[in-house]
């Protein structure tokens, strides 16, 4: 009867296989997780509505991709996580509780700050591979994703403190239209549907015009040249 019933018994082995999958996933120091809740943030911002509550929301997201990209890396003290977090959530907290436009452009420059700070744990843990493989190629496009956020956030801090609308159109456009027109100028397609109306607006959107067209033809283009592709070993 106890080997019939240890038979049945499911036991933790799925338990282990998850927990061994997640360790060989750190250990290979791959960028699967980070660009996964990059692009869960993405989409957040492109269908959430334009709510104090969805800007809080947003906040946590980049502060749990933060995370992510240090654990990943296996860079940074629990310290420096630990911190991260608890300002994130207090000030994420604030902006539910809170509708000012002091506060929408304090979150907005915390949350390009919290962007920047993942962009170089990662640039930090592909220069310390010393040598360009899928994973790198990986984290660069995490990189990429990354910029169109920053510039996103920036648009969003302009939005508020400038006298004037953001866009020629008369509207500050809402961040799902503002990360619309942070990506498309990013590629640089050139829609025009819409544009910038103040001068710095008009050096942002020229900026990261720049910064998408060099990043494009120079960085990807150069690891996705010399990337060593990692092979398994042979059949007999």
């Known amino acids: 009867?106890?080997?019939?019933?240890?038979?049945?018994?499911?036991?933790?082995?799925p338990n282990?296989?998850?927990?061994?999958?997640?360790?060989?996933?750190?250990?290979?120091?791959?960028?699967?997780?980070?660009l996964l809740l990059i692009l869960i943030g993405f989409a957040f911002t492109a269908t959430a509505p334009?709510?104090?509550?969805s800007r809080g929301v947003l906040l946590l997201i980049q502060c749990g991709t933060l995370i992510t990209?240090?654990?990943?890396?296996?860079?940074?003290?629990l310290e420096l996580r630990l911190t991260a977090l608890v300002l994130?959530?207090?000030?994420?907290?604030?902006?539910?509780?809170?509708?000012s436009e002091a506060l929408a452009a304090a979150v907005a420059s915390f949350s390009g700050?919290?962007?920047?700070?993942?962009?170089?744990?990662i640039v930090r843990g592909i220069i310390s591979e010393g040598a360009v493989s899928q994973r790198s190629v990986l984290g660069a496009i995490c990189i990429y994703f990354l910029l169109g956020m920053l510039f996103l956030f920036a648009y969003g801090v302009i939005a508020v403190l400038d006298s004037g609308p953001l866009f020629a159109q008369g509207t500050d456009g809402t961040p799902a239209l503002r990360l619309y027109f942070s990506f498309v100028t990013l590629a640089t397609v050139g829609y025009g549907d819409y544009t910038t109306a103040s001068n710095l607006g008009h050096m942002l959107s020229v900026l990261e015009a720049l910064i998408g067209q060099l990043y494009l033809v120079t960085v990807i283009a150069v690891l996705v040249s010399r990337m060593h592709f990692e092979r398994g070993p042979r059949m007999p």
């Not at 927990?19 to 791959?30: D, F, N």
């Not at 990209?69 to 003290?77: E, I, M």
């Open 69 to 77: 990209a240090l654990w990943t890396s296996r860079s940074g003290p």
């Open 50 to 53: 334009d709510e104090p509550w």
């Open 88 to 99: 994130t959530v207090g000030l994420a907290v604030l902006q539910i509780l809170t509708n």
């Open 1 to 13: 009867m106890e080997g019939v019933s240890a038979a049945q018994s499911p036991g933790p082995a």
């Open 16 to 34: 282990r296989r998850f927990v061994s999958v997640i360790k060989e996933l750190r250990a290979s120091r791959s960028y699967s997780f980070v």
């Open 113 to 121: 700050l919290l962007v920047i700070a993942i962009a170089v744990v």
